[in-house]
């Protein structure tokens, strides 16, 4: 069984109540980043489905595709199993669908996969990406030397180190003690 977050819960409880299975609208908790996190987190797992919405009913839109279709989000029929509810095929069928959600696996929707989540790249001329490619130097860098690059102070250079390069880009910082450097931090070369 799938270990699901409380807002996971939350959005699959709510939508197992509404008709079709709705899965919108979000808790109001939960907004712009987060949203689009959880959801595609969601989708990949095959939790929730992303279906055209039927506007004329009045299906709540969780996105636009290129050429203006409404798209919302529908709980499947394993997301429904994963909160411990028996999927009826005929009420939890996506809107559009032409099987019941069960039928989606992990790597499908029954929409392209436009909507899923981009990997984060750094601005270019930002002062992360300067970090970046001091880190990505072959010889590293140091926290003074972070500091004078980038005017910030060394609590800041180990949260932009620890918070946006290992926990948002998912990059893997390495140190080593250096005798005539201190710490040297370094990125592996791309």
Do not use: C, F
């Not at 109001?28 to 055209?52: D, F, N, P």
């Amino acid at each position: 069984m799938t270990k699901l977050s409380d807002t996971q819960l939350l959005i699959l409880s709510a939508a197992a109540q509404r008709p079709g299975n709705i899965a919108l609208p979000l808790p109001t908790s939960l907004r712009g980043g987060a949203a689009a996190k959880v959801v595609g987190a969601m989708i990949a797992t095959g939790l929730v489905a992303e279906v055209e919405a039927d506007l004329r009913r009045g299906d709540p839109v969780w996105r636009e595709t290129g050429d203006g279709q409404g798209i919302t989000l529908v709980a499947t029929g394993a997301g429904l199993a994963a909160i411990g509810i028996e999927p009826d095929t005929a009420d939890s069928a996506p809107i559009g669908a032409t099987e019941p959600p069960s039928a989606y696996t992990a790597t499908e929707s029954p929409v392209e996969d436009e909507a899923a989540p981009k990997a984060r790249t750094p601005r270019e001329g930002t002062k992360q990406a300067t970090l970046i490619a001091m880190l990505r130097a072959p010889d590293g860098a140091t926290i003074e030397e972070i500091m004078a690059a980038t005017g910030w102070q060394p609590h800041t250079v180990r949260g932009a180190m620890a918070g946006a390069l290992k926990k948002k880009l998912g990059l893997e910082v390495a140190s080593e003690k250096i005798e005539s450097r201190g710490r040297v931090y370094r990125l592996p070369a791309t």
